[in-house]
């Protein structure tokens, strides 16, 4: 079974760093586009960031660009998200999500269950 | 960018009703257009992708149409466990923006 897997959320002083991991098993990672979608308490889902299969593509909303950086290791399964310069307006649940299919543009069929970043002083 | 318009914001039904959502692209999108289906508390599941095709497990009485700017999500026969928010998502290029979604929930 596909298993997403997402660590390393918690609380955070406006201006700090995070650094967000998603182990992923139960299918062969390094074929699929990845990416994180995140949710503000009540509001609702709003794309963050994706990246190619091989790591050598990567996208950015532009609330993040500038600020946060994805990658992953293949080798590891591991999808990560490195947010610098961290912002009240950043805080929300963060998704790692897996495409549907290896060519893209079909959504993503798996979501991890979520880790909480809270930026707060 | 493209924007992503979803309408109602949020509707009451019957259970049995067919119920209607639309979603509005800015700019022509084909059909790359995904749907969600996000119940209280618990993480989105995909429900239609390229617009009109159903996710594997998805029960029939959702369907997708459209293409080009104008999409639309139907629930044929409104169940109790369709209670829930539903998002649309361009899904070709990014940025791949999410509408703003519209909330479902029985009369």
């Known amino acids: 079974d596909v298993q997403l897997v997402e660590s390393g959320g918690g609380l955070v002083q406006p201006g700090g760093s995070l650094r967000l991991s998603c182990a992923a098993s139960g299918f062969t990672f390094s074929t699929y586009a990845m990416g994180w979608v995140r949710q503000a308490p009540g509001k609702g889902l709003e794309w963050v960031s994706t990246i190619n299969a091989g790591g050598t593509a990567t996208y950015y909303a532009d609330s993040v660009k500038g600020r946060f950086t994805i990658s992953r290791d293949n080798s590891k399964n591991a999808l990560y998200l490195q947010m610098d310069s961290l912002r009240a307006e950043d805080t929300a649940i963060y998704y790692c999500?897996?495409?549907?299919?290896?060519?893209?543009?079909?959504?993503?069929?798996?979501w991890g269950q979520g880790t909480l970043v809270t930026v707060s002083s | 960018d493209i924007e992503m318009t979803q309408s109602p914001s949020s509707l009451s039904a019957s259970v049995g009703d067919r119920v209607t959502i639309t979603c509005r692209a800015s700019?022509?999108?084909?059909?790359?257009l995904v749907w969600y289906q996000q119940k209280p508390g618990k993480v989105p599941e995909l429900l239609i992708y390229?617009?009109?095709t159903l996710q594997s497990g998805v029960p029939s009485r959702f369907s997708g149409s459209g293409s080009g700017t104008d999409f639309t999500l139907t629930i044929s026969s409104l169940q109790p466990e369709d209670v829930a928010t539903y998002y649309c998502q361009k899904h070709n290029t990014a940025p791949l923006t999410f509408g703003g979604g519209t909330k479902v929930e029985i009369k």
């Open positions: 999500a897996k495409e549907t299919r290896p060519q893209g543009a079909a959504g993503s069929d798996y």
């Open positions: 700019q022509d999108i084909r059909n790359h």
């Open positions: 390229a617009a009109s």
